[in-house]
């Protein structure tokens, strides 16, 4: 059974940082590209990051680019989003996703996989 769980959400003021985790089990981790989506309040889900197979190539959604940045580790199958000055339009439900073969990074409906999520509060 494929599982990604999601942690490090939280509560945090304006210009803090969290680190947000995504424990992967049941698939080879490293055929996998991963990415951090969010859904705020009200609005669609939107892709804040993604990262290939070997942490070489990653992508940021524009908000977010300066701020936030995406690593793996394939030897524990673990996906990280490093978010720092946070804004309190970060706030959202950030999910993990991962995406097999050869689609498209940058578009969510690529993903096949996702996570439960991890809610982010930034307040001001």
């Known amino acids: 059974q494929v599982q990604l769980v999601e942690s490090g959400g939280g509560l945090v003021k304006a210009g803090g940082s969290l680190r947000l985790s995504c424990a992967v089990s049941g698939l080879t981790f490293n055929n996998y590209r991963m990415a951090w989506v969010r859904q705020g309040p009200g609005q669609e889900r939107a892709l804040v990051a993604g990262?290939?197979?070997?942490?070489?190539?990653?992508y940021y959604g524009d908000s977010v680019k300066g701020r936030f940045t995406i690593s793996r580790d394939n030897a524990k199958n673990l996906v990280a989003l490093q978010v720092n000055f946070l804004k309190p339009e970060d706030t959202a439900v950030y999910f993990c996703?991962?995406?097999?073969?050869?689609?498209?990074?940058?578009?969510?409906?690529?993903?096949?996989?996702w996570g439960q999520g991890t809610q982010v509060i930034v307040s001001s």
């Open positions: 996703a991962a995406l097999s073969g050869y689609g498209n990074i940058k578009s969510i409906s690529s993903y096949t996989h």
């Open positions: 990262v290939d197979w070997r942490g070489m190539y990653t």
